[in-house]
């Protein structure tokens, strides 16, 4: 029972302890996308770092202070209403990315992109929707209008998406006042759209799951075989064949998308002449795949 509990412990602590490395990565990538392409080109971006560029572009005030200034208050103020397990990950990250910034822009002070807006604009935006893509894979938080987003949904039906897209709107168009461009108000807005694709196809990659429906004869060593080498539950189904009135027995099996190979693999091994059934599925909640979770 005690060697039960220690692995688990163990487990737990290995997956946090990945859960913060991940999102050390992708602050250092949202820091290289800002920093690094669109802040020398004078390109607007969304949520703080938006705010931070937009006062750096007026006074010269270093964006990482105001980047953690404006943090520093939303989550004061995220601690009252949400809870601390709600920003743990999100004081983090947002210290990781307050402390690399002067790092990263110490390296690239001219930036590494010159009177090419468009080309800044494309690399920073995937870099900048990649950091967060792996930050959000972590289950982890860039801070800034994820909390805002957060508290208004908490009290109104509004979904997250929707408050952060009117957000980032408004700070992007802010810029104007500053940049006095508006060419780079429009290269503002494709950031956010191409950020936030890149986004999107990071979190599903990372997370897309698929099924397997398997009839075969050897049906007990698949199993098993999956059970071993994948870690992942096998549940048998009896079933009747309509034609032979056989009985038969199905596997009914989910894993992540980069495992179907392996699955496959396995399955020819065993038996070439088996059944197999595979289907992307949208959402997969439980003991080795996302948690459930409800407003």
Not at 140 to 166: F, H, M, Q
Request: with cysteine; charged share 15%; hydrophobic share 50%.
């Amino acid at each position: 029972m005690n060697q039960a509990l220690s692995a688990t412990r163990k487990q737990k602590i290995l997956r946090e302890t990945k859960d913060y490395l991940m999102i050390a990565l992708g602050m250092v990538m949202y820091g290289i996308g800002w920093t690094a392409f669109l802040l020398p080109s004078d390109i607007p971006s969304g949520a703080v770092p938006g705010i931070a560029s937009i006062v750096y572009w007026a006074t010269g005030f270093p964006v990482q202070y105001t980047y953690l200034i404006i943090n520093f208050l939303l989550l004061l103020l995220a601690l009252k209403i949400l809870g601390l397990k709600f920003c743990l990950k999100t004081i983090f990250a947002v210290f990781v990315l307050t402390a690399i910034l002067g790092v990263i822009q110490s390296f690239f002070k001219e930036g590494l992109i010159h009177d090419q807006p468009f080309m800044a604009c494309v690399l920073g935006a995937s870099f900048c929707g990649g950091g967060i893509g792996v930050a959000f894979s972590a289950n982890g938080s860039t801070g800034g209008t994820d909390i805002i987003a957060a508290i208004v949904n908490k009290y109104r039906d509004i979904t997250l998406g929707r408050v952060i897209l009117i957000c980032d709107v408004i700070i992007i168009s802010s810029s104007y006042l500053v940049l006095h461009d508006w060419e780079k108000v429009v290269y503002g807005y494709t950031v956010l759209f191409i950020s936030s694709f890149v986004l999107d196809q990071v979190v599903n990659s990372a997370r897309q799951s698929v099924q397997f429906f398997i009839i075969s004869s050897k049906y007990e060593e698949i199993g098993r075989r999956i059970n071993k080498d994948l870690h992942r539950g096998v549940t048998f189904i009896d079933g009747v064949g309509c034609y032979t009135q056989n009985n038969v027995k199905m596997m009914f099996v989910l894993a992540k998308k980069r495992e179907s190979s392996t699955i496959f693999r396995l399955i020819k091994d065993i038996d070439p002449h088996a059944f197999v059934s595979q289907s992307a599925v949208i959402g997969v909640f439980g003991e080795g795949f996302d948690k459930i979770k409800v407003k």
